[in-house]
């Protein structure tokens, strides 16, 4: 899997309305690169911990995907915490 690294606040509202514009669903890529954002905007700058040390299948993992998915505005297939 390739290494996911944060977006810019810019391309991180590009990929977003892309998305939504295009009515397309986010790539599985797509959203793990917007869950990163919101994680690192959100706890990684607190904490320093980075997206890529948060266990996949953590409730912090789930809750950060889950956020990602409703950014893009999906409502089905979210991750269960």
Request: with cysteine; aromatic share 4%.
């Amino acid at each position: 899997m390739a290494i996911i690294q944060p977006l810019s606040a810019k391309l991180f509202h590009a990929l977003l309305i892309q998305c939504i514009a295009e009515e397309r669903n986010p790539t599985d890529a797509e959203i793990e690169s917007v869950a990163s954002k919101i994680w690192q905007d959100s706890h990684g700058a607190t904490t320093g911990q980075d997206w890529l040390d948060v266990a996949r299948g953590s409730d912090a993992h789930a809750q950060m995907i889950n956020a990602a998915r409703m950014a893009f505005g999906c409502h089905q297939g979210a991750v269960a915490a």
